[in-house]
């Protein structure tokens, strides 16, 4: 082993043990502030690891989208939400946990059994860095052509229905006559299906079971 | 590469059909801009010429010598323009119905219109990608748009409900799906396109190796969400029920049909070395999507609930096809969902009618009708059996030429489970009818009381009536007139190279043709 290889091993040792510390951190905290910056560890240790790859650019978007835009949006979310429930503790909150970890860990040790079983094909080819963005727009504007001028259609359209969502519509005042049923702006004409059951605003089966449980 | 030779490659003459719809939707979107309001007058029908301009640049495009398209990324061979032109032809005959449906709801027409040719879009692509990476923008196409089309009446818990988890679900499905591409991407040693992948793996004596069972269980898991297959099908029932019921149509039939064609063009062209192992998984989703569709489709009282569990369980009649992995199952795959297609479509119009003009939609709610509304009594009930499968009508033909199709290629159990929950599904689609039509009038329920007088001349319910009409003659027609539709289905798969090899390789290669072509005659 010389050097290289070696600072290349240490770095991944260190940027593995982030990257999982921080992602257990995400998912066991229970404040959510917590988990939203730590999220932004996970993305970061991901990056790094992309840089071992030898993908510069991959590991630059990824910091600019994830912690730049993605993180940040969450952290507004979380900020602009402010709401403080205190929830009564479950009884068997024990159970879902446990089941949750029983069925990762299986799953973990399913796929690095996966991972270390299968003799991978390994690409020879050895990439020089400086190249990559050269070679990303090669493949963009070739034999990924398709995929990235839809990807524009599919941005487009997001950004359409994100606008209609938090668009603040200006309701008109129903005049709701007593003979004609009028149906409130923006929402279905079914009624829902309580409506001369208990009083309750839930609509589904699945609010009841979730209720009781 | 200079540029005269790579537009020569790109042959980008193929996605036509998709440049006609993406005109229409930029049209619809700009026009919206300009006009204003008053746009919503002529937006649908913009949007229904473009589609049927588009049914007809895939006609023209029927036979097409030289499919790929884009260095390989999209294939528009037969197979996938039956398709393309199923899901082009669901959103016109989806767009009739929702007209006055979104009117009334008080919702903006141009936008859920945009989304919903998006969705169309994004299911096309889906149906010829044969590159991972557009099969994977494609898939995200169809979904976002049906995520943001389940939560347009957004004023409505039941709607932000139904958004939500189809979001949620969704993004965990659409993850699960991208691991077991990446497992494929790694095992070829780099290759996206899908025919190359089955060749490196070959190549690599990866044939057996976990990593591709494990690749291939969560490609089906994704799969399997998008046709609402069981177990992963326990979104279906909220969505539906919470989605504005265009939306729901749209979601049962085109967002399906892209569904079926992904896991036929994926399954024959990524993973032939593990055929045993997919039909035997399929054949557990087919076993479950029946069982449980057909037999909690019992004790539903919402109509949209209902309708959703007897997806559910026409999904599992769809699988048998596929499992059946024969030139005639193929055959019989498309058949069914271009029959499906009308008669379910033409289920969900009649709901949408009920239900703008009583405002509900429990079942209970139906009794009585024919007395205050004959043509919709009419309708829904010539769909509902044929959905059930009842002789003359088209359901039948359709669900018999998968069934042929399943025992010729021997499995003989699943299609006997088959018939059993046919009865079954048969005795809930009766139960609607016979409340609609047998009750005497002192036992009609509320709703039909003060059913408003129909009244065809109020905006939007025009096309609403032309969907009607239209999909009861598909309906009633498409079972003794089906020769022409059988011919189209058959021929489309006789001329699809990716599925030959399989055919050659099953055991019942040698009779399929020929009793194929004696099947013809008799119809």
Same mark, same amino acid.
């Given at each position: 082993m010389n050097l290289a290889e070696g600072v290349q091993l240490v770095s991944f040792a260190i940027l593995a043990v982030m990257m999982i510390g921080s992602a257990l951190g995400v998912v066991l905290f229970s404040n959510i502030v917590y988990s939203a910056f730590l999220l932004a560890g996970v993305f970061v240790s991901i990056s790094g690891i992309y840089l071992l790859l030898n993908a510069d650019f991959v590991a630059t978007a990824q910091i600019l989208i994830y912690v730049g835009a993605v993180n940040v949006l969450i952290l507004f979310a979380i900020m602009l939400v402010n709401k403080r429930e205190d929830f009564k503790p479950l009884p068997n909150a024990w159970v879902r946990p446990t089941m949750t970890a029983i069925v990762s860990a299986g799953l973990f040790v399913l796929l690095s059994t996966m991972v270390l079983v299968t003799p991978w094909a390994y690409s020879t080819e050895s990439v020089s860095s400086d190249t990559t963005i050269v070679l990303i727009g090669q493949h963009f504007f070739s034999d990924f052509l398709l995929p990235f001028e839809l990807a524009s259609v599919l941005l487009l359209m997001a950004m359409v229905g994100a606008i209609i969502l938090a668009r603040r519509e200006f309701l008109p005042d129903q005049?709701?006559?007593?003979?004609k049923q009028q149906q409130p702006v923006l929402t279905l004409p079914e009624r829902p299906r309580e409506l001369v059951g208990i009083s309750s605003d839930k609509t589904s089966n699945l609010d009841d079971s979730r209720r009781s449980e | 590469m200079d540029f005269a030779n790579l537009v020569d490659q790109l042959?980008?003459?193929?996605i036509l059909p998709e440049g006609i719809v993406l005109t229409t939707l930029m049209v619809i979107v700009v026009g919206d801009l300009i006009?204003?309001?008053?746009?919503s007058r002529w937006i649908p029908y913009t949007a229904i010429a473009g589609l049927l301009a588009a049914v007809v640049a895939l006609y023209l495009q029927?036979?097409?010598?030289?499919? $790929?398209?884009f260095l390989g990324a999209f294939n528009s061979d037969d197979l996938s323009i039956v398709f393309r032109g199923i899901i082009a032809l669901s959103t016109a005959v989806t767009i009739l119905m929702s007209i006055r449906y979104i009117e009334q709801s008080g919702t903006a027409l141009a936008e859920f219109i945009g989304i919903m040719l998006t969705a169309t879009l994004g299911g096309m692509f889906l149906s010829g990608a044969s590159e991972l990476v557009t099969i994977f923008i494609s898939l995200e196409t169809l979904s976002i748009s049906s995520y943001l089309m389940t939560g347009y009446?957004?004023?409505d818990p039941r709607s932000n409900e139904a958004a939500l988890k189809y979001l949620l679900i969704g993004a965990s499905s659409t993850g699960v799906f991208l691991y077991g591409v990446s497992l494929l991407y790694g095992l070829s040693g780099g290759e996206t396109q899908l025919s190359a992948i089955a060749s490196a793996i070959a190549d690599a004596n990866l044939s057996q190796s976990l990593g591709l069972v494990i690749s291939l269980v969560f490609v089906i898991a994704g799969v399997a969400f998008k046709i609402s297959a069981a177990p992963f099908h326990q979104w279906t029932p909220d969505v539906y029920e919470g989605s504005p019921t265009p939306v729901v149509a749209f979601l049962s039939v085109g967002s399906k049909a892209a569904g079926f064609a992904l896991a036929i063009r994926l399954m024959n062209s990524a993973f032939p070395l593990l055929i045993d192992e997919w039909q035997f998984v399929f054949t557990a989703l087919a076993v479950l999507s029946m069982v449980l569709g057909n037999v909690v489709a019992?004790?539903?009282?919402?109509m949209k609930r209902m309708l959703a569990y007897s997806s559910i369980g026409q999904a599992g009649f769809v699988m048998i096809g596929l499992i059946a992995g024969t030139e005639a199952g193929y055959a019989s795959m498309i058949f069914y969902l271009l029959v499906y297609l009308f008669m379910n479509l033409g289920a969900f119009t009649c709901l949408i009618l009920f239900t703008l003009r009583t405002g509900t939609d429990q079942i209970?709610?139906?009794?009585?009708?024919y007395q205050k509304d004959p043509l919709l009594t009419l309708c829904l009930s010539i769909c509902l059996l044929s959905l059930g499968g $009842?002789?003359?009508?088209?359901g039948f033909f359709g669900k018999i030429y998968l069934f042929w199709a399943g025992w010729q290629a021997g499995q003989y159990g699943l299609v006997l489970l088959g018939l059993v929950t046919t009865v079954v599904s048969i005795y809930y689609y009766i139960r609607v009818v016979r409340m609609m039509v047998v009750k005497e009038p002192q036992e009609m329920s509320d709703a039909v009381k003060n059913y408003p007088e129909?009244?065809?001349?109020?905006?939007?319910?025009r096309p609403l009536q032309v969907g009607l009409v239209l999909t009861l003659v598909a309906t009633s027609l498409a079972g003794i007139l089906s020769n022409p539709l059988f011919t189209l289905a058959n021929s489309s798969i006789a001329r699809t190279t990716t599925l030959q090899p399989i055919v050659i390789s099953s055991h019942f290669s040698a009779t399929v043709p020929a009793e194929n072509s004696a099947l013809q005659t008799q119809q």
């Open positions: 005049v709701i006559t007593p003979d | 042959n980008a003459g193929t006009v204003g309001r008053s746009a029927w036979n097409n010598p030289n499919p $790929i398209s009446t957004k004023r019992l004790a539903q009282t919402s209970s709610e139906y009794s009585g009708l $009842i002789p003359p009508l088209a129909v009244q065809w001349n109020l905006p939007g319910m």
